[in-house]
Each structure stands twice: as C-alpha cells, then as structure tokens.
C-alpha cells in the first residue's frame, strides 16, 4: 500500500521558534503544580514503610481530629479491580496491574507504595495528618533479587499469577507473569556453521526517567458531578481512561486537562494521584491539590526495567552472522506490564540472521511497578547484542561499521517475528557514520571508541485533529497530545504545508478532553506520525472545502478551483503546477484567499471548520547509531566522554532541532544509565538513593557537544515520509559507551552501570592479571 | 504544627515593593509560586540539586528551595518573569528559542537565571566555563548541548558581536 509520499517542502524542514517557546523562557507557561483555585485544600499520601507487608487495619481516628483534616481515603473507596481488563493504547491492561500503585489493597508490594490519603487545608497540615494515620501490617519477607525471586520454592507476591506463554498453561502460581520464546531457522545449525562463537551476560540496573517536572495534579467537581482534572501527563485521555476505571465513575463525568508538561519519557503514562485526588474532593467538596515531592517520584513511580541478558552469537570467518540466541531475564517490579515483549522480539532486528532463538521472561519483585521509558524493554538486552558484535567485529578483525553494513537488514528482509520491512534507513545510518570525521578521528593513549546501533518498531495509534478558521483568515489547531518536545511546532508546519500559508499564521493547542476527539498518549514515538496524521487529514478536508466555498463564489465547478500558495485560484487552462501568487495575479487570473473566504465564510455555508480522526497503521521502524570516544582515569576509575556522534533516521524531520534534540536528549539518558543510574535497595528493600544528589543524572559539565546526523529515508507509508523519532535514541549509547570505556581502560566490564568504583576494581584486577 | 505567628517580610521583587507574610519554616520557591503567584520559579526537588527554582538574590545565584521566605527581607530577588522586558525577550532568551535549547522547558526558568548570572560576572565565557556553571541545573530532556550553544550565543550577542 504505498503511497505517494511527498519530498518537495516549503514549510517541513524548517526551523521555526515553537509557538509555546515564549512563554516557557519567559516563565508563563503553566505546569502540572502552576496552578492554584478558590477553596482548594492539598491531598498528602500515606506510603508503605515496609517492602512486603499485609495491611490488617488503616485508622484515621487521630487524623481526623486534627482541625483543617476534611477527607481520607483508601482502598476501600475503590471498586475492587477483579480481572477487569482496560484498553490501552497498544495493549489492554489488567486493572488489577495499576489499580494498586494507586493505592494498594490488603497487601504493600514495595517500599513507598501508597495505601491511603488525607486531604486538609494545608500542605503542611496534610503532611501532619498522614503521619497521625495509623496502619497496621504484617510483615512478610521481601524479594529484590530478580533470580531468587525467579525460583520455584520463592516466596510468591501475588498468589494469582500464573506464567503467560507456557504450555501446558500452569497450575500453579509464580513471580514470573509472562515467558516468552521467538525462533526462526534452526539455532543449533546456525551454530555449527559459525567459524567463531562469543556468548557473555550483560546486566542492566533499575532506573528512573528522570524528568524534573515530580507529577502533579489539581481535581475540581463541580455542581453537576462533573469532574475536572488538571494535570501533568503524556495523556490527557489516557488520565480519563484509567481514573476512570480506578475508581468506578463513568468516564463522561471527567474533563481532563494536561498542563504544560515537564518530561515524561514514557513515565507520564500511567495515573498516581488523580484518581486519589478525585476521591478525596468528591468525600470533601473541595478542589484538591496534589504534588509529589522528588523522594515520592524516585521510590512510587517509574522505573524502567532491570534486565540481564545472555546473548551468544555465530559468524563464520568472513562474517558472517549465522546464528543469534538470547535469554533474558527482566525485573518489572511488583506488578506485571510486558516490556519483555519489545526486548525479546527485537533485539537483534538490525541484522539478518537465518537462525534466531530469543527467550525471556519477566520476574516480579518487591519494587516498584516498571513503566515505559523510552523504547521499553529494548536498551536492556541490546546492550547485550551490540557489545557482544563490537566484540567479534574486533575479533575478526573487521570494521566494526562494515561488519554491520555486511549483515544489516534491508527492504525486503523479514524479521524474526516473520514481519517484513519495507524501505528501512539501516545502510544509510551505518553509512553516513562511517562517513563522519568523528568515526576516523585519532584517539590518544587511555582513550576507547565504541558503536553501536538499534532498532525501534515505533507506535501509530488513534488520534483527532480540529482546524478552525477565523473570521481574519488564521488557523487554529486542536490536537489532544500533550507537548513533551516540540510537537506543537511539528502540527503547525504540516499544516502551514497542506494550507500554503505561512507557519507563524497558525495557532496550534493542546485542548482538554471535552475539546477533540479522542487522542491515545503522546509516548511510542507516534505524535508526529499519527497526531500529525490527524492533521494533515484535517487541512486537506479544509482545503477541499476552500475550493467548494471559492467554486461557489464564482459559479464553477469545485473541479475548476485548485489551492495553491494559500488561496484558492480558478483554473484558466495555465499550466496550474508552475503558478504562485504573483502570476496568478498578475495574470489575472481569479484568485480568493484564505482570508477572502473566510471574510465571506457566512455566506458560502458558515463557518469554516474541519475535523479529522485517524487510526494510524502506517508506522514505521526507526534506526540509531551512536559513536562514543571516552577516557578513562586510571587513578580514580572516572570516565570522561570526550566525543558524541548520534546518527539516526527520522525518515523525513519535520522540525529538524526537535528531532536533534530527541537525539541529543536519549543519547545524554543513555550514557548515564550506562555509566552511573541505578536505583540502589538496601537490606530492608528500601531505595537508598531517592533524590537528585545520589540518583546522579548527567551535568552539563559531564558532557561534551553532542553531534547529530539527520537521515532521511521516507517511510512509505506516511504522506510526508514521517517514523517517529523519541524513543530509538535510548538504545545505541549504552553498548557505544560500554564499549569505548571497557576499549580505554582495558577492561571486559559487562555489569552496568559502569561507575568509578567497579570500574578501578575492574582496572586493578586487569593490572593484576585476574581478569 | 502551624505557628501562630506569621513573618511580615518586605522586599523586592523583579523591581517591584512586595509584602508578604510566611510561616517561619517556609522556603523562598514556596512563597514566590503560591503566595506571589509568580510560578515561573520551579520546583523539581526541593532539596537544591536540580536549579529549576534559580532566583538571583541580591544578584546572588541561589536555589530559592534552600532560602527562607524571611531572609528577603529588604533584599531583592530576580526571578525568570523579571528578565526582558514586555515585548521583548532578553539574549539568552531568545537564543534559548532560537537554538531549540528548551523541550519540555521546566528547567528553562532556571537555566534562563542562572545564565543571567553568569553571563554578568563573566561576558565571555568559555564552553567549558558555561558547562560548569550550568551543572547544578539539570535538564532531562536536550543533553545540554542546545543549551549552551544559546548561551554562548547570547553572550555574543551581549557583548554586541
Ligand atoms: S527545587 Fe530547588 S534545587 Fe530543585
Ligand atoms: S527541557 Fe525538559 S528538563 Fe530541560
């Protein structure tokens, strides 16, 4: 189903300041805690001192005497959650999965889980009155290891699970929700012909998405029983949909809000507070507040995923890959959600390989429930994968780029889940890295250098578009995606395209649920693809209506009225493809503006206005790269990155700085998490570094300059060539870093992240003569 | 829990008199985004690791989350809504714009302030000199290079080049 997909832009491409740029340097812009209303009160959530625990009884007797108190909650005013199952945006999930990180019931699955809430007239006050409410638990042992919680005789969490993916289906209960096993080809074959075999274990911690804007929220109801959400998320929909299902109120009574949000990175996809929000002002009649403080968003939300990954992989002498075999081991936390789904299907589809066996399974543990962080489930094992064909690539003596080019996949190649690809950028990103100055660059003595690429699937969903026209003649855009990069800039110049008018003339929001039609979340790297989509849907039925309204105007038939640079023009027999304004006029040709048509709008028909609603299937995989040039400080184990190349196809930039920055942004997540994130538990199963100090996100000052290279392979299936481009950047810098410090220092390290301490262990036991 | 008295502190803020009254234990971001309305100042932790609440005290660098509301007294405090002028956004600013270093932009108010002051003390900075100036303000989303792309931008702006 290929269609025409354009490649001559006036307006894509360019590089116009955001619409919402002004009012975020200039502070007015309004985040998910900007906003204060008449009579509000402030909700204080009370959370689990213990890793796993029974909840025997919650009194709030002592709570409620202190004056200003006006409301508490618990489970016990939601509806249980049963095997309800709620759509999401690409898999349904299990109420059951997210109900109790809002708020648990009968049982505490990690540290800082919450189990009840007080609303009062102050912060201050609410804060007072969580710590008057007194619970009581039972005390039950606490697993954070992810293989002894993997084990048959292990102590279960829930004694409802039951391994997904095994057949026969088991009869008894476990921590492992889900396995899951992809083949192709025969591995053992694969195997035999390989000339040279390398198999390690990689480990990759539990961390945070990091974002500094900690959730926040405010919850109005009105006389009607409608409530009003106001928020900072990825989803203002989404919000509707899963506070609805938690706690039980029709979906129809909630108008939700996204405030200006403040980093998400897949972390903002689920609900904390609002649903408790929601109780709390509908038991007290009054606007409730609610924001997390950063040790509440560090122990209660996010992570990503812990994962260890043992990858062995086959290629004959000339390089040949002939066989890949993974296993994983993921550790999701308390609560299942599948993101060993992503890891499993797609660690290795940058290359083509006959034979592939790749297994995982997910294991809970006493921790917080895992959400989405860029990729999910993919930077884990590809570490792994990448590292394990720098290894060979050296051993072979190969390129490490031509070793890649030798085996990357291509148009026409299927992947090992038997989908096959279409027009892919693979060749091209290996190509132009190749090409840079950075790749040949001189390195010094104590310096490393390491690639690595990755693959991404990329998301489509459903989203809505509305395109109102005023009586001057300028746009307005609604769309229901929250804007995390740019993506307000990104509507504007796809529609300026289809209009032909100018971008600055175009004015585009995020509206509230009540204002467009349904939008799935900004996440799955699908705003600009399928929000877009929307868009691009909803200029050209606006155009189509332009031309009837002008075809009206001078009694023609809408067949003889084209739009070209912005106005409707009446076909003369020119050559209508090689006209603009200034001919068409000085011709004299018939010609009506956008602004003509509007002026005269109310009579031709009323108002001008076009709606679009889009289900997008039309996404398409996107490619990274990353070349890292690091050093290593012998004396104290201290890694400088000195040199960051980022190469990725975006299939076509719509704003290019916004895709740069989607690059520079995942590369920067990446390397941290590669050379110090981790959430770090102790003993009793509580996170030890719960803020910003020893939870150390990369500084400016731990950075160089960032390089970025814009490929541009369109996908054939969007009308502008768009992939999505916010989530593959996470995937290459682990393996790139890895890779280039293990080179500068001499070491093998495979246990991430590869902070000062292990890594002059690691030096040491090299120098010894032990590793 | 509550005192019974509140501080009656006067000050300045952006240029103009202010009054307010706060709990003793109360911190300056506090009193500036929920009893001064001016929410530009933001909280990402309240414990002075991540600069978003940057204010200038006294043309000091501070973390508004680590000062009391009541030693500004009869000082003056800067924050983000106080720099450009109605119409006309300052350099750093407008190059922040310009050069895209700003995604979600809640760290923006204070890399807006913090480079304000450095760009004070010293006109012409060097990357490296901008990159440790910055490193006490976190920014999740753009790796920093946009950033301080703007800012040595605008500081050659300022400097007239
Ligand atoms: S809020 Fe003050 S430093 Fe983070
Ligand atoms: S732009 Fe989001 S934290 Fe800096």
């Known amino acids: 189903m290929n269609m025409n997909v354009k490649t001559e832009f006036k307006y894509v491409g360019t590089r116009p300041i955001r619409p919402d740029g002004p009012d975020k340097v200039t502070g007015r812009a309004r985040y998910g805690a900007d906003l204060n209303v008449q009579g509000m009160i402030y909700g204080h959530i009370v959370r689990s001192p213990h890793a796993h625990a029974k909840i025997k009884s919650i009194d709030f007797s002592a709570a409620c005497k202190l004056p200003g108190v006006l409301a508490t909650m618990s489970a016990d005013d939601l509806p249980e959650p049963g095997d309800r199952k709620i759509p999401g945006g690409e898999v349904e999930m299990a109420l059951k999965t997210f109900s109790p990180v809002v708020m648990a019931r009968k049982k505490v699955l990690y540290h800082g889980q919450a189990v009840a809430a007080v609303a009062a007239t102050s912060p201050e006050l609410a804060a007072e009155a969580a710590r008057l409410v007194k619970v009581e638990y039972e005390v039950l042992p606490h697993i954070m ?25 088991p009869t008894t209960p476990s921590n492992i929700p889900t396995q899951i096993e992809i083949s192709t080809g ?44 106001w928020c900072s998320t990825q989803g203002a929909f989404m919000v509707r949909t899963l506070t609805a299902a938690v706690t039980g109120i029709d979906i129809g009574r909630f108008k939700v809000t996204a405030s200006e949000i403040g ?41 990503a995923a812990a994962a260890e990954t043992r990858v062995k992989i086959g290629v004959t002498r000339d390089g040949r890959i002939t066989a890949i075999e993974t296993d994983i081991l993921m550790d999701c936390g308390a609560y299942t959600s599948h993101p060993i789904m992503a890891g499993v299907l797609f660690n290795s589809a940058c290359y083509r390989c006959e034979n592939v066996r790749s297994f995982g399974r997910e294991v809970l543990t006493n921790k917080p429930r895992v959400y989405a962080y860029r990729a999910p489930g993919i930077p884990q094992p590809v570490v792994a994968v990448e590292c394990v064909v720098n290894e060979i690539a050296e051993r072979l003596n190969m390129d490490p780029i031509d070793f890649r080019l030798l085996n990357a996949v291509d148009e026409g190649d299927v992947m090992a889940i038997g989908i096959p690809f279409q027009a892919i950028g693979l060749k091209q990103v290996l190509q132009e890295a190749k090409a840079h ?50 993506s307000r800039a990104s509507m504007a110049l796809m529609a300026a395209e289809v209009l032909g008018i100018p971008v600055e003339t175009i004015r585009p929001s995020v509206v509230d649920t009540d204002s467009v039609g349904f939008c799935d979340v ?26 009837k309204r002008a075809a009206a105007i001078w009694s023609l038939d809408i067949e003889e009225v084209d739009w070209t640079g912005g106005m409707a023009v009446a076909k003369s027999g020119t050559g209508l493809e090689n006209m603009n304004r200034e001919d068409a006029a000085t011709r004299g040709d018939k010609t009506l503006t956008l602004a003509d048509l509007a002026a005269r709008a109310g009579a031709t028909g009323g108002p001008l206005c076009a709606v679009a609603s889009h289900n997008a299937h039309n996404a398409a995989p996107s490619f990274a790269l990353n070349i890292c040039d690091a050093q290593v400080d012998r004396e104290t184990g201290k890694v400088d990155i000195l040199r960051y190349t980022c190469v990725q196809d975006a299939g076509k930039a719509i704003h290019p700085a916004y895709v740069e920055g989607q690059m520079q942004g995942g590369a920067v997540q990446g390397i941290g998490w590669a050379l110090n994130e981790e959430y770090i538990f102790n003993e009793q199963g509580r996170l030890d570094n719960p803020g910003f100090l020893d939870y150390r996100i990369p500084v400016a000052s731990d950075l160089p300059m960032i390089d970025t290279v814009i490929v541009e392979v369109p996908n054939p299936l969007h009308p502008y060539g768009v992939r999505g481009v916010g989530e593959v950047p996470i995937a290459p810098p682990m393996p790139a ?18 902070s000062p301490p292990k890594l002059l262990a690691a030096i040491e036991a090299a120098e010894a003569g032990t590793a | 829990m509550q005192s019974q008295r509140k501080t009656h502190v006067s000050t300045t803020v952006n240029g103009e008199p202010r009054e307010f009254l706060c709990e003793p234990h109360q911190v300056l971001s506090d009193v500036l985004r929920n009893t001064l309305n001016l929410t530009g100042t933001k909280e990402g932790c309240n414990t002075g690791d991540c600069g978003a609440c940057s204010v200038l005290l006294d043309g000091t660098l501070v973390c508004s989350c680590l000062v009391l509301a009541a030693e500004v007294e009869g000082k003056g405090v800067v924050t983000v809504e106080g720099i450009g002028e109605e119409g006309k956004l300052h350099p750093i600013q407008q190059k922040l714009l310009e050069h895209a270093g700003l995604q979600c932009g809640i760290c923006t108010p204070g890399i807006v302030i913090a480079s304000r002051a450095l760009l004070e003390k010293n006109p012409d900075p060097s990357e490296t000199e901008v990159r440790y100036w910055l490193a006490g303000n976190l920014c999740r989303c753009t790796g920093y290079d946009k950033i301080i792309r703007a800012v040595l931008d605008a500081g050659a702006v300022m400097r007239g080049q």
């Open chain 1, 737 to 754: 870093v890895v890779t280039a410090v293990n080179r500068a220092a001499g070491t093998r390290l495979c246990h991430l992240p590869l």
């Open chain 1, 186 to 229: 025969d591995i053992s074959k694969g195997f035999a012909e390989a000339d040279l075999v390398v198999e390690r274990t990689y480990f990759v911690p539990m961390c945070h998405q990091g974002y500094i804007e900690p959730h926040a929220c405010v919850v109005q109801t009105d006389e009607n029983g409608k409530v009003d959400i």
């Open chain 1, 145 to 169: 290891d992810m293989h002894a919680a993997a084990r048959a005789d292990a102590p279960l969490l829930h004694d409802d699970v039951y391994t997904q993916g095994v057949d026969p289906a």
């Open chain 1, 522 to 547: 900004t996440g799955g790297s699908r705003t600009t693809l399928a929000t877009g989509g929307a868009v691009i849907k909803a200029a050209e039925t606006l155009v189509k209506e332009l031309r």
């Open chain 1, 263 to 303: 980093g998400g990175f897949g972390g903002k996809t689920t609900v904390y507070l609002e649903p408790v929000a929601v109780v709390l002002s509908l038991k007290s009649g009054r606007p409730v507040k609610m924001v997390m403080s950063r040790d509440d968003v560090f122990r209660a939300t996010g992570p």
């Open chain 1, 437 to 486: 100055p950075h790749y040949t660059a001189e390195l010094k003595a104590g310096q490393g250098r390491g690639v690595a690429v990755a693959f991404w699937i990329n998301a489509g969903m459903q989203s809505s578009a509305t395109i109102n026209v005023s009586e001057d003649g300028s746009v307005n855009i609604l769309t229901g995606n929250p804007d995390i990069g740019g």
